[in-house]
């Protein structure tokens, strides 16, 4: 009785509704990347196929080709999501050669983070656009110092290529951990060292447990600074090009500031601070910032009738930033 009942009211409720499939997200290129970003992770870039990214997102191979031409343009992809912020929270109100080092870090921390990363920078005919865009940035902090253009490219070369190369062994080879001696890695070498080779290493064993890539970091950190120092000062640090100024070209150099030129723009110059020691001389820096400018020649090698160097390029790096030398300059020309 029951189930007639049932079967009468069916009836008049019509055919029951047929089951709506449930709609798959549409995939985009994000999706596509993302996947292919934890192949890299899982398997490195030899396990990034076409066919593993479709398996990891459920769907075939031919659903990939809407968003990437094949599998060199999914790698340019990745590439571009892994190494496009290279550098860009760089706070470009920190101190030139505190931005240098905020870009090591940076570099640092998404290589070894993803080691598969430094593999994606270029090939040996072509730099991929976002590591490009990567070094550009750098480009740009080196520019707010006080390099000129070689020192500048060699410092750009130096920079990049010493911090990937260090990271990427960081990421592929780490040092020892705490607690860990380093015959742990060398084990299986070691079982065939002479006992000269064993002795060497076991008397360094205890150092190179301590030793870590945090210290060997902050080594090419504190280099990098040493090296931007020097060329700050204008000696030749990065490459073998020392580039002196001719005697012939200094001596062709103008004399100093007349009294006129002095009663000019003495008013342009900015107070000194009352507090501590007594303010160098401004017409004599001055002197000296003008000298730098017409001959070319290092900040160090500035005669010293000028005062030190190291006030020179102080004074001219706070005048520059406000504004001040720019007002001098045009004062002066006109």
């Not at 990421?171 to 060398?186: F, I, N, Y």
């Not at 507090?275 to 003008?290: C, E, H, K, N, T």
Request: proline share 6%.
């Amino acid at each position: 009785m029951t189930r007639s009942m049932n079967t009468a009211e069916a009836d008049a409720d019509g055919p029951a509704a047929p089951t709506r499939a449930v709609a798959r997200p549409r995939l985009t290129l994000r999706d596509v990347v993302l996947a292919a970003r934890a192949v890299l992770s899982e398997g490195g870039v030899d396990a990034l196929t076409m066919s593993a990214v479709a398996t990891r997102l459920g769907v075939t191979p031919m659903a990939l080709y809407r968003h990437v031409d094949g599998r060199a343009a999914l790698l340019a992809a990745v590439a571009d999501a892994a190494l496009e912020e290279v550098g860009a929270a760089v706070d470009p109100s920190v101190p030139w050669d505190d931005a240098v080092v905020m870009w090591m870090a940076d570099v640092r921390h998404r290589i070894v983070e993803s080691p598969w990363t430094a593999q994606l920078i270029g090939t040996p005919t072509q730099i991929a656009p976002a590591w490009a865009a990567a070094l550009d940035r750098l480009l740009a902090v080196l520019e707010r110092g006080p390099l000129d253009d070689d020192a500048r490219a060699d410092a750009l070369v130096w920079i990049a290529r010493t911090t990937v190369g260090v990271v990427l062994l960081e990421a592929k080879s780490p040092l020892a951990r705490p607690g860990q001696a380093v015959g742990t890695a060398l084990e299986s070498a070691l079982e065939t060292a002479s006992p000269e080779m064993a002795r060497r290493w076991a008397r360094i064993d205890t150092r190179l447990t301590s030793y870590q890539d945090d210290d060997l970091f902050e080594d090419l950190v504190r280099q990098t600074r040493v090296r931007l120092s020097d060329a700050a000062a204008g000696r030749p640090c990065f490459g073998k090009r020392d580039r002196p100024v001719s005697d012939q070209a200094a001596a062709e150099a103008p004399t100093d500031l007349t009294d006129t030129q002095w009663r000019r723009i003495r008013a342009l110059l900015p107070p000194g601070d009352q507090r501590g020691a007594a303010r160098a001389d401004d017409r004599r820096v001055v002197d000296g910032i003008r000298y730098r400018e017409r001959t070319g020649v290092p900040w160090r090698n500035v005669p010293g009738r000028y005062g030190s160097w190291q006030t020179l390029y102080g004074r001219h790096r706070r005048w520059s930033d406000d504004g001040t030398w720019a007002r001098v300059t045009e004062a002066l020309d006109s």
